[in-house]
């Protein structure tokens, strides 16, 4: 059965639903909340929405990721570049120091020994250039926090 709206060239077609009685009282309130006409205005009214909902839905997707492409993008800039060249820069420091201490360890004969790890014993002098590394770190980030927040002041 084809019943026909105001408009006579949009047709509507009949059909027997069975729904939950939850959903029932969904639709009646959507109808009386936003003035439809009838129930069946009200299910046409929120499949309008919902499919300009996934339209907004895709949109807002794809603002999304070319909004986290440009932040990351930016973040490589300024801070990840820098802690990459840095660290490449300390990675060379040790790959050298590693060099220097195997030489003294077999210009000095002392290879044949049982080896002492950190977890074992941890020589003063170990534990003095780690403090003095802590220290240097975080000098470094407030530094940086300084930096970062001298950049983000509004200026006068």
């Known amino acids: 059965m084809v019943a026909y709206k105001k408009d006579p060239g949009?047709?509507?077609?009949?059909?027997?639903?069975?729904?939950?009685?939850?959903?029932?009282?969904?639709?009646t309130e959507y109808w009386k909340e936003n003035g439809c006409n009838s129930f069946s205005d009200a299910v046409d009214d929120m499949v309008k929405k919902t499919?300009?909902?996934g339209g907004e839905q895709l949109l807002a997707n794809v603002?999304?990721?070319?909004?986290?492409?440009?932040?990351?993008?930016?973040?490589?800039r300024t801070y990840l570049d820098p802690l990459r060249i840095r660290t490449g820069y300390a990675d060379k420091q040790t790959k050298a120091l590693l060099e220097v201490m195997n030489h003294v360890i077999v210009k000095n004969g002392w290879?044949?020994?049982?080896?002492?790890?950190?977890?074992?014993?941890?020589?003063?002098?170990?534990?003095?250039?780690?403090?003095k590394?802590?220290?240097?770190?975080?000098?470094?980030?407030?530094?940086?926090?300084?930096k970062d927040a001298q950049r983000k002041a509004p200026k006068a």
């Open 10 to 27: 949009v047709k509507k077609v009949e059909k027997k639903l069975t729904l939950l009685p939850s959903t029932i009282n969904y639709v």
């Open 111 to 131: 290879d044949a020994e049982k080896v002492i790890t950190t977890d074992v014993r941890k020589s003063n002098v170990v534990t003095e250039a780690e403090g």
């Open 63 to 76: 603002i999304a990721t070319v909004t986290a492409e440009k932040i990351i993008e930016a973040l490589k």
């Open 133 to 146: 590394i802590t220290k240097q770190i975080e000098h470094f980030k407030q530094n940086a926090a300084t």
């Open 51 to 53: 499919k300009a909902q």
